[in-house]
């Protein structure tokens, strides 16, 4: 069974990838957005990161025909009331200028003591069924933004998060150690069992 990783964001499909490699699905054959001819870019519109992840789906499944997985991500900050959120990948008005956003981030927070700095990494993911049948999970990594960059795995705001339980951000872990402990690897593996359904339908 083909599956179709609908993102067109390349350091979030390599994460994606990696995650599900490492689970060793068997029976899914994946693809990304390369591999498929090109379809429009659907609004993220959502409230939620759940609503965007199913959405993105949808548009991905129907344009296809493909089971589609689809990733909404990004990181609410506590003392941001929970901003930029859904917000993330747009925060300083230019869609993925993940620098742009993040130094607005840590301007934003200039003033903010350290005990006032939690933050969260949230991300849903969706796997959608040409049939129509949608499954939707959450992953959270809680932890602080600091306020400097440090790092240079990863994307986005991973050079100013630093996870519970660490003193590295997570810009600083490998590739194994974000996957095994982070909001995407902790999503992508709750669905699994819908994946896993999948592949033996
Ligand atoms: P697609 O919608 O095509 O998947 P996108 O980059 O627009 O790509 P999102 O709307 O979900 O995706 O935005 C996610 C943003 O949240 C991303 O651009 C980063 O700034 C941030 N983000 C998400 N996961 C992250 C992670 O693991 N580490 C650091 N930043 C992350």
């Given at each position: ?189 709750l669905l699994l069992p819908a994946l896993r ?5």
């Amino acid at each position: 069974t083909r599956v179709l990783l609908a993102t067109r964001n390349q350091k979030k499909l390599v994460e994606l990838r990696r995650i599900l490699a490492a689970e060793g699905v068997t029976g899914v054959e994946v693809v990304g957005l390369a591999d498929v001819p090109p379809f429009p870019e659907a609004p993220e519109t959502g409230a939620t990161f759940e609503e965007n992840a199913v959405a993105k789906a949808v548009d991905a499944a129907k344009a296809t025909g493909l089971p589609a997985v689809a990733d909404d991500s990004g990181i609410t900050v506590d003392a941001l009331n929970g901003m930029p959120g859904v917000l993330s990948a747009r925060w300083s008005g230019k869609h993925g200028d993940d620098q742009a956003n993040l130094d607005l981030v840590l301007g934003q927070l200039a003033d903010v003591p350290d005990e006032r700095r939690g933050a969260a990494f949230v991300s849903a993911s969706a796997l959608v069924l040409p049939s129509g049948k949608e499954t939707v999970v959450r992953g959270e990594w809680r932890g602080k933004v600091i306020r400097e960059e440090r790092g240079a795995n990863g994307f986005g705001y991973d050079p100013i998060f630093v996870p519970e339980g660490e003193t590295r951000t997570s810009a600083e872990l490998s590739p194994e150690e974000k996957d095994a402990a982070s909001h995407r690897g902790r999503a992508l593996r709750l669905l699994l069992p819908a994946l896993r359904e999948l592949a033996a339908s």
